[in-house]
């Protein structure tokens, strides 16, 4: 997946393992920030010098609109332990 690694300011592994600590779902890297999947929260969480900031106190709660604006666009969205697994040669670990 070189072309997503190509968009993101930090590790493609890192990435996947990334979910928002307030609904637990995966994040969506756009705009350059992280953004919940989770319509309910619509939590935006900034990047920092490539690094994630993944504190409830610092994200912000998108209004609705921004939110589904943001989730219209193109941008990767995190895959979770299974890309891992594929991304390594583990499918069916």
């Known amino acids: ?45 900034r990047v920092d010098q490539g690094i994630p900031v993944m504190l409830l106190e610092e994200s912000s709660s998108l209004p609705v609109d921004e939110w589904t604006r943001l989730m219209a666009q193109d941008g990767p969205v995190g895959g979770g332990i299974a890309a891992l697994r594929v991304r390594h040669g583990h499918p069916g670990s």
């Not at 990334?18 to 609904?23: F, I, K, R, T």
């Not at 705009?31 to 939590?43: F, I, N, P, Y």
């Open 1 to 45: 997946m070189p072309e997503i690694q190509s968009k993101l300011p930090f590790d493609n592994d890192l990435f996947d393992l990334l979910v928002c600590p307030e609904a637990r779902v995966p994040l969506k890297f756009v705009e350059g920030r992280l953004v919940s999947t989770d319509h309910a929260t619509r939590r935006a969480y």
